[in-house]
């Protein structure tokens, strides 16, 4: 991996300094609606919609991973912007963002189903990508009154941390759902108050790479189990 994140730094070592400006700039934006600064600037602010692509594009590269890569529409959403790229091969999305405190990288979790099929290497990654940047987990699919009732203790129990609570309904939904269900979000920020383009690009690229890493596993283990399947390794 260090060599390959010494590629990484050679080809775009000499652009961080004009990237973290961008994202400062448009940090400055939420705060001052409008700074003359802005017009006179020597470097103009890129586009931050192309700096996200940008990133998320060296990020899915980093892995060699094999399959045709897609970028998504953008979203505004008021107080940041966030975009997407996806992995035709296993139709899965990943999304890079940015508000007024952070840059984020976040994604789901493809066929969770599957995941007791290869929990040790699971919770192995998941740790790992834990300790990349500051790690979130957001609930998209809430439990429903009678399940919420039958583990109250274990629900209302506090846990330090984000990640014992993602394992948590793991678990409860293994036992309560056949078939799919959703996991939720997997989420690594960057505080843009102690930020380095330097750290967002190497732990991005680990990140990404452990996060699509999992989700080609799943895939694989999610089409082998269907009758006729033929799924090619990497």
Same mark, same amino acid.
């Given at each position: 991996?260090?060599?390959?994140?010494?590629?990484?730094?050679?080809?775009?070592?000499?652009?961080?300094?004009?990237?973290?400006?961008?994202?400062?700039?448009?940090?400055?934006?939420?705060?001052?609606?409008?700074?003359?600064?802005?017009?006179?600037?020597?470097?103009?602010?890129?586009?931050?919609?192309?700096?996200?692509?940008?990133?998320?594009?060296?990020?899915?590269?980093?892995?060699?991973?094999?399959?045709?890569?897609?970028?998504?529409?953008?979203?505004?959403?008021?107080?940041?912007?966030?975009?997407?790229?996806?992995?035709?091969?296993?139709?899965? /999305?990943?999304?890079?963002?940015?508000?007024?405190?952070?840059?984020?990288?976040?994604?789901?979790?493809? /066929?969770?189903?599957?995941? /007791?099929?290869?929990?040790?290497?699971?919770?192995?990654?998941?740790?790992?990508?834990?300790?990349?940047?500051?790690?979130?987990?957001?609930?998209?699919?809430?439990?429903?009154?009678?399940?919420?009732?039958?583990?109250?203790?274990?629900?209302?129990?506090?846990?330090?941390?984000?990640?014992?609570?993602?394992?948590?309904?793991?678990?409860?939904?293994?036992?309560?759902?056949?078939?799919?269900?959703?996991?939720?979000?997997?989420?690594?920020?960057?505080?843009?108050?102690?930020?380095?383009? /330097?750290?967002?690009?190497?732990?991005?690229?680990?990140?990404?790479?452990?996060?699509?890493?999992?989700?080609?596993?799943?895939?694989?283990?999610?089409?082998?189990?269907?009758?006729?399947?033929?799924?090619?390794?990497?």
């Amino acid at each position: 991996m260090e060599d390959r994140l010494q590629i990484i730094f050679y080809r775009h070592g000499k652009e961080l300094d004009g990237w973290a400006e961008n994202i400062r700039f448009h940090q400055e934006r939420f705060i001052i609606p409008y700074n003359p600064y802005w017009e006179d600037a020597r470097i103009k602010p890129m586009d931050i919609e192309t700096l996200l692509y940008r990133l998320l594009v060296i990020f899915s590269g980093f892995g060699g991973f094999r399959g045709t890569w897609k970028l998504q529409q953008t979203l505004d959403y008021g107080m940041g912007l966030r975009t997407g790229i996806s992995c035709e091969r296993i139709d899965h /999305h990943y999304y890079l963002g940015v508000d007024k405190d952070s840059i984020f990288l976040e994604s789901s979790i493809s /066929h969770p189903e599957c995941v /007791h099929k290869m929990f040790d290497l699971f919770i192995q990654e998941i740790a790992a990508y834990s300790k990349l940047g500051i790690f979130g987990y957001s609930e998209t699919e809430l439990f429903d009154e009678s399940v919420t009732k039958a583990y109250h203790p274990l629900l209302k129990r506090k846990i330090k941390g984000e990640l014992p609570d993602f394992l948590r309904n793991y678990f409860i939904a293994l036992a309560e759902f056949k078939g799919d269900f959703d996991l939720g979000v997997l989420q690594i920020r960057w505080p843009l108050n102690q930020f380095s383009m /330097h750290k967002v690009l190497e732990e991005g690229c680990m990140a990404f790479e452990i996060l699509h890493r999992l989700n080609v596993e799943l895939w694989k283990k999610s089409n082998s189990k269907k009758p006729g399947s033929s799924v090619i390794s990497n």
